[in-house]
C-alpha cells in the first residue's frame, strides 16, 4: 500500500502537467472541496484510482490523437475536388500486412492496460484491515443513511465522522454496507470509488483521509424518489475532535425539564415508532436516529440546513424540502410543533 | 395487390370518394405483408416515438438547468428519465434497425420480400402495440402517487425497488408486459432476418459476396436472440414476484437483487451491440459509396463483427463493478471488456482506410458518417476508462457514463440512422432529400450534441450523479448543467429541421431516379420507389459490388475480389 501510494503521487504530478495542457480539471487542491471533484483525492483509494485514471487518459489520448490526427488527414487530402468525377479512383480491396498490424498493436495495449488495472483492483479490494481500523455499519435507507459504531456504541445518521488517518498512526474506517431496502451506493468522490448497498449481499469499503474536513458525497444508485436528496457528509475529524465528538455521542439525552411539554408530544405522537431518542422511550428504528439531532449540521439527508426555522418546517411537512420522504406531515398543531421543536432543540 | 390501391392522379378510371380512398389507403397499411411498407412503418414509429423520448429529455434538461428547479417534481421526473431509457432503446433503437433490415435484406440479396412476410407483420405490429401499452401508463398507470403513473423505477429496474412493496400499484407491470411484448415482436423481427440472409439470396450472392449491412443485420439479429431471451425470462419472473407470490428477486423474502442485475446485463450489455452492429452497417455502405472506393478488408470486417458479437456476451458484469464481486471477477470482467476494443479498432481501422486515397464527396448522408467515425472513436475511448474497474468505482452511475453511452447511442447509433435516412429515402419515396436542410441538420445536431455531451464528461468527474432530479447549489455543476441543457435545446431544433426536411421533400423534393448516389449494391438497380415485387427479373451476382461490376465492365470486381 505504502508503495502504491508513492507511486501514485509521482504518476499525479506527471498528470497534472499532462491535465492542464487539455484544460480538462479544475485545481488539483489537497483537502476537502465543494465540488466532489475524483480528480482531487484525499484518501489513498481514491488517490490510487487518480494515478491509474491519468496513466489510462494518457494511453487513450495517445490513441485519440493518432486515430482523429489520421481521420482529419484522410478528410482533408482525399476530399474530392474539380469535376474529374468521372474517374474513380484505383480500387483497393484489403492488405494482410496492414490488418495484421493493426490488429497486434491494439492486442498489446490492452495486455498492458489490463495488468496495470487488476494491479490497483488487488490493491484496493484486497488491501488487509488493519487493527487499528475504526470499523462503521453504514446502512442505506429510503432516502438516508444510518452510521452505526458498533464498537463505540454509537448510531447516527446521515454525518459521518471519522478520525483523521496519519502515516504514523495509520486509522482507516472500514465500512461495512447494509441495506434496510432497496439498492443504494456509497460514493464520496475525494475519499474512494463507490459501493453498492445491497439488500441480502453485505459490502465492504474503505477510507483512510489525511486532511480534517467536510468531504460531500450522495447514493450513487437510483433508489426511488427522493433518490436526489440523500446526501453524504463526511466529517473527518482531528484526533481530538473526533475523541470528542464520541464522547458526546455516547451520552444519552438530557433531561430538560423546559422542553417536557415537548418531550410529551414526541412520546404520545408517533414519532417514536420511527426514531431513537436513547435514554427515553422513543425506540423506532424506522427513521434516523435523533439522540444527537443538534449535533448535525443538515436534516432530511442533507436536504436543509439544521436551522429552527428548517426544522419547524420539516416537522410540519418534510415534503417542504422532501416530497416523497417517508416521513408523514403529522397534522400537527403550530403549538404541538413549536413543543416538539423546543425538545428537540435540547437534544444536542 | 393490396399495395395497387393509391388512386392514379388523372386515370380515367373511376375513383372512389376521398374518404374512401383514405380509408382503402390506410387498410393497404394496416394488413401490408410487404417488407418495404413495414420497413417504412418500422422506421416512421420509431421517429415518432424519438420525438417523444426526445421531448421528454428536453424536459429533463430544463428541471436541471438550474439547480433545486420546480420545473418538473420528483415522481414526474423519474418517470421521464425512465420512460426516456426505455423508449430509446426499445421503441426507437430496435425498431428502427428492424426497419431497415426489413426495407434493405430482401433488397440487397436480391430478394422479393422477407422469409416470412406474415411473421414480419406479427413482428411489428407487436412491436407497435407493446409501445403503445408502455405510453398507455402515461393515463391508465396506478402507481405509488396515483393514476397516470408511468413506470419510475429506472429504466435498469434493479429489483428490489421493483418489488411491490416499493412499487406498489401497476406502472412497473406496464414496463414489465410492454417488454415481454416488444421482445417477441423483436424476437419474430430476428429470425425472418436470419432466415432472409440465409435462405433467399439471390444466385451468385454467396455469404461472402453479401453487403456489409446485410452481414451486421445477421449478426445483430443473432445477437438478438441471445440477449431478448433473458431480458423476457427476467420480466417473466418479475411478474411472478409481483402476482404469484414468487421470490426471485423479493430481498425480503430472500431473493437475489443481485441476480437480477445478471439477467438484466446479460441482456443489457450485448443490447448496446445490438444497436451499434447495424450503425457499422451503415457506416460500411455510406463510406465506400461517398469515397468511390470499396470496403478496405472486407473479411476482416466480417471476422470483426462476428468477433465483436461473441465478446460482447462475456462483458455484461462490467455494469456490476460497484456491487461487490471479487476481484478475480472484476479482473475478468476487465479483460473481456478491453478486448471488445480490438475488433472495434480494427474497423475504424478499416474505414479510414476506405476512405484513404479515395474521392470523399461530403454529401449529408457522409457528414453524418464522417462524425459518426470521430465520435465512436471518442465513445470507444471512454468505453475504455470504464473497463478499468478500479476507475470505474468513481465513474459508474455519474454523468461521465451518461456522455459515455450517449456518445455510442447518439453520437454514432443516431448519427448512423440520420447518414441512413438521407442515403435510403431517395430509393424509399423516390425524392430526394433537401441538401440545404439536411446541412442545418447536420450542423446544428452536430454543434448541439457536443455542447451537451462533451460537457457531460466533465460534470461526471466533478462527482455529480445520474438519476437525479436536482442538486445542490454549492457543487460547482450549475454553469455546467446550464451548457448541457443549451446544447439539448439546440439539439431539438436541428431534429425539427430534419422533421421538417422529411415532410417537405416527400412533397417538393428532387425527383431521384434509380441510383442517384451512384452506388452499388442491388437495391439501387431497382426503380425508386421500387415495386411491390422488387426485381422483375431474379438478379445473378458475381461480386460484392454488382452494380460496380455492370458500370465498369472492363474492370469489374470479381477479377480483384479474395
Redesign the interface.
Known amino acids: 500500500m505504502q508503495q502504491g501510494r508513492s507511486h501514485s503521487s509521482s504518476r499525479s504530478r506527471l498528470c497534472t502537467v499532462f491535465m492542464f495542457t487539455i484544460g480538462a480539471v479544475p485545481a488539483l487542491a489537497e483537502g476537502p472541496q465543494a465540488t466532489p471533484s475524483i480528480f482531487a483525492p484525499a484518501s489513498t483509494p481514491a488517490h490510487e484510482i487518480y494515478g491509474l485514471s491519468i496513466f489510462v487518459l494518457l494511453i487513450t489520448g495517445s490513441i485519440f490523437a493518432v486515430v482523429a490526427g489520421l481521420l482529419t488527414y484522410v478528410i482533408i487530402r482525399f476530399r474530392a475536388r474539380g469535376p474529374d468525377a468521372e474517374h474513380e479512383p484505383p480500387q483497393i480491396y484489403g492488405s494482410t500486412q496492414v490488418e495484421l498490424a493493426w490488429t497486434v498493436i491494439p492486442v498489446l495495449i490492452v495486455v498492458v492496460l489490463f495488468l496495470t488495472t487488476a494491479r490497483i483492483i488487488f490493491a484496493i479490494q484486497d488491501a488487509p484491515e488493519p487493527k487499528s481500523a475504526l470499523e462503521v455499519t453504514v446502512i442505506g435507507h429510503q432516502f438516508w443513511w444510518e452510521f452505526r459504531y458498533p464498537k463505540l456504541n454509537i448510531v447516527t445518521a446521515n454525518e459521518l465522522h471519522i478520525p483523521a488517518s496519519t502515516r504514523d498512526a495509520p486509522q482507516p474506517a472500514y465500512l461495512h454496507l447494509l441495506s434496510a431496502d432497496v439498492d443504494h451506493s456509497f460514493w464520496v468522490p475525494q475519499l474512494a470509488g463507490k459501493t453498492d448497498l445491497i439488500p441480502n449481499h453485505p459490502n465492504d469499503m474503505w477510507l483512510d483521509p489525511r486532511q480534517p474536513g467536510l468531504y460531500l458525497g450522495q447514493c450513487a444508485q437510483f433508489c426511488g424518489i427522493e433518490h436526489a436528496k440523500m446526501l453524504i457528509r463526511v466529517y473527518v475529524d482531528t484526533p481530538q475532535q473526533f475523541k470528542a465528538w464520541v464522547k458526546n455521542q455516547q451520552q444519552i439525552g438530557v433531561e430538560d425539564s423546559a422542553a417536557a411539554a415537548g418531550r410529551q408530544v414526541f412520546e404520545t405522537q408517533a414519532c417514536v415508532n420511527c426514531h431513537t431518542v436513547v435514554g427515553t422511550p422513543a425506540h423506532g428504528t424506522f427513521g434516523p436516529d435523533l439522540t444527537h439531532l443538534m449535533s448535525r449540521a443538515t436534516i432530511g439527508a442533507g436536504a436543509a440546513a439544521n436551522t429552527p426555522e428548517n426544522l419547524r418546517a420539516w416537522i410540519h411537512d418534510p415534503g417542504t424540502f422532501k416530497p416523497g420522504a417517508l416521513m408523514p406531515a403529522m397534522q400537527l398543531t403550530d403549538q404541538q410543533v413549536d413543543e416538539i421543536l423546543a425538545y428537540l432543540s435540547t437534544l444536542h | 395487390m393490396a399495395d395497387q390501391t393509391l388512386p392514379i392522379p388523372g386515370s380515367l378510371r373511376a375513383t372512389p370518394s376521398r374518404g374512401a380512398a383514405l380509408l382503402e389507403w390506410l387498410h393497404g397499411w394496416v394488413v401490408t405483408v410487404d417488407h418495404k411498407k413495414l420497413g417504412i412503418l418500422y422506421v416512421v414509429y420509431a421517429i415518432f416515438f424519438l420525438l417523444v423520448a426526445g421531448a421528454e429529455a428536453l424536459a429533463m434538461r430544463i428541471q436541471l438547468a438550474v439547480p433545486h428547479n420546480h420545473f418538473l ?3 414526474t421526473y ?1 418517470e421521464f428519465f425512465t420512460m426516456h431509457g426505455t423508449t430509446m432503446v426499445f421503441l426507437v433503437g430496435m425498431p428502427i434497425l428492424f426497419g431497415f433490415a426489413n426495407y434493405l435484406v430482401p433488397l440487397m440479396v436480391g430478394a422479393r420480400d422477407m422469409a416470412f412476410p406474415r411473421l414480419n407483420a406479427f413482428s411489428f405490429w407487436l412491436t407497435a402495440f407493446g409501445g403503445l401499452l408502455l405510453y398507455f401508463s402515461f393515463v391508465g398507470g396506478f402507481g ?1 402517487y396515483g393514476m397516470g403513473a408511468a413506470p ?3 429504466w435498469w429496474a ?4 421493483t418489488a411491490k412493496a ?1 412499487s406498489p400499484g401497476h406502472n412497473t407491470d406496464y414496463w414489465a408486459l410492454s417488454l415481454i411484448v416488444m421482445g417477441f415482436g423483436t424476437l419474430g423481427a430476428a429470425i425472418n432476418t436470419l432466415a432472409t440472409a440465409f435462405s433467399m439470396r439471390c444466385r451468385g450472392m454467396t455469404l461472402f459476396r453479401m453487403p456489409l449491412f446485410v452481414w451486421l443485420m445477421v449478426v445483430t439479429s443473432g445477437l438478438t436472440l441471445i440477449t431478448i431471451t433473458p431480458l423476457t425470462a427476467a420480466q417473466i419472473m418479475l411478474t411472478i414476484d409481483r402476482y404469484l407470490g414468487g421470490h426471485f428477486f423479493d ?2 423474502a ?5 441476480v437480477w442485475m445478471h439477467f438484466f446485463w446479460i441482456f443489457g450489455h450485448p443490447e448496446v451491440y445490438v444497436l451499434i452492429l447495424p450503425a457499422f452497417g451503415i457506416a460500411s455502405e455510406v463510406i465506400p459509396v461517398f ?4 470496403i ?5 470486417m466480417v471476422a470483426a463483427s462476428v468477433g465483436i458479437a461473441f465478446v460482447s456476451v462475456t462483458v455484461w458484469a462490467h455494469h456490476m463493478f ?3 464481486m471479487t ?1 478475480v471477477s ?2 475478468f470482467f ?2 473481456s471488456t ?2 471488445v ?2 475488433p472495434t ?2 474497423k ?3 474505414w ?2 476506405t ?8 454529401a449529408t448522408p457522409m457528414l453524418f458518417a ?1 462524425a459518426f ?2 465520435q465512436f ?2 465513445a470507444g ?2 468505453g ?2 470504464l ?12 454523468y461521465f457514463v451518461i456522455a459515455h453511452f450517449h456518445y455510442t447511442l447518439t453520437g454514432s447509433f443516431v448519427f448512423c440512422i440520420f447518414a441512413a435516412i438521407y442515403y435510403w429515402y431517395p430509393k424509399a419515396t423516390g425524392r430526394m432529400l433537401s441538401e440545404r436542410l439536411g446541412k442545418w441538420h447536420f450542423w446544428l445536431f452536430l454543434i448541439g450534441f457536443h455542447i451537451t455531451f462533451d460537457t457531460m464528461h ?1 460534470v461526471g ?3 455529480m ?8 447549489a ?4 450549475n454553469t455546467l448543467n446550464m451548457i448541457i441543457s443549451a446544447g439539448g435545446l439546440v439539439q431539438g431544433i436541428a431534429v425539427l429541421v430534419f422533421a421538417w426536411n422529411l415532410i417537405h421533400s416527400y412533397l417538393h423534393g428532387k425527383v431521384a431516379g434509380n441510383d442517384p448516389w451512384d452506388a452499388w449494391t442491388l437495391e439501387w438497380s431497382t426503380p425508386s420507389p421500387p415495386p411491390v415485387y422488387n426485381f422483375a427479373a431474379d438478379p445473378v451476382v458475381r461480386s460484392r459490388r454488382p452494380l460496380w461490376d455492370i458500370k ?1 465492365p472492363n ?1 469489374p ?1 470479381w477479377k ?3
Open positions: 417534481g420528483p415522481e423519474n405509488l419510475d423505477v429506472s434493479y429489483a428490489p425497488l416499493f430481498t425480503q430472500g431473493g437475489s437483487a443481485t469515397s468511390r472506393k470499396a478496405f478488408g472486407y473479411p476482416v460497484t456491487i461487490g476481484s472484476n479482473s476487465v479483460l478491453m478486448m476494443g480490438i479498432g480494427i475504424i481501422f478499416n479510414i482506410a476512405m484513404w486515397g479515395g474521392k470523399i464527396r461530403f464522417t467515425l470521430f472513436l471518442i475511448l471512454t475504455i476508462m473497463s478499468v474497474a478500479p476507475w470505474d468505482w468513481q465513474l459508474h452511475n455519474s466533465f468527474i466533478l462527482g450523479p445520474r438519476s437525479i432530479y436536482t442538486y445542490e454549492d457543487r460547482g455543476w465498369h474492370d470486381d480483384y475480389e479474395q
